[in-house]
């Protein structure tokens, strides 16, 4: 049963690894910048809006189509923009990669009915922001996101989170919403 699952978790997983060799390096520059990434996926879980579009909604008249990927467009850009402002062109590469890393899975998932694609995507959310916000308090993050980058034990909190986001995938529980 894992087997299936664990394409939609090897890019979490990939990325935690990531997490955990900065974390390794501290103090370091690479350490600096996963740091920032946090930063980033907080953003990239305020993303949830624009990826539940994409997810939902299937116009089927021409004009509706052209006016979803516009509203995507514009708002993709925003995020992406919000990434180069932190760490230049790098940035909008990194906030591209971290709204991937975090929604990959859901963005895969096609072959559910729009119903059982929104009950999956509002779980994904739900289960990444909450275990996102837990997992901060229970690695010591403080509490004002801006001052991340700073702490020595941020990446330490990013390999766990996006260990979890990849165990989630791996274990078939929004494949049985799928099914359901």
């Known amino acids: 049963m894992w087997t299936s699952h664990l394409a939609p978790a090897a890019l979490p997983w990939l990325t935690a690894a990531t997490f955990l060799v ?3 390096q501290f103090p370091s520059p690479f350490h600096e910048y996963m740091s920032l990434l946090l930063e980033l996926e907080f953003l990239a879980l305020h993303s949830g809006g624009f990826i539940g579009l994409l997810v939902v909604w299937n116009p089927g008249r021409r004009l509706s189509r052209v006016l979803r990927w516009l509203g995507i467009t514009v708002f993709a850009s925003l995020y992406l923009y919000a990434g180069y402002t932190v760490l230049g062109w790098a940035g909008t590469g990194s906030m591209a990669a971290m709204i991937l890393a975090t929604w990959a899975g ?3 998932a096609r072959e559910a009915t729009r119903t ?3 009950i999956e995507f ?3 959310w739900f289960l990444a922001t909450f275990g996102f916000i837990i997992l901060a308090g229970l690695t010591g993050m403080s509490e004002n996101v801006d001052e991340w980058h700073t ?3 941020a990446p330490f909190f990013g390999a766990v989170y996006f ?3 990849g165990l989630l995938e791996a274990s078939g529980l929004y ?3 799928r099914e359901w």
């Open 22 to 24: 900065a974390w390794r």
């Open 163 to 165: 260990f979890m986001l």
């Open 106 to 108: 859901v963005l895969w």
């Open 175 to 177: 494949r049985l919403i």
């Open 122 to 124: 509002g779980l994904r």
């Open 151 to 153: 702490q020595p034990r």
């Open 116 to 118: 059982r694609r929104a």
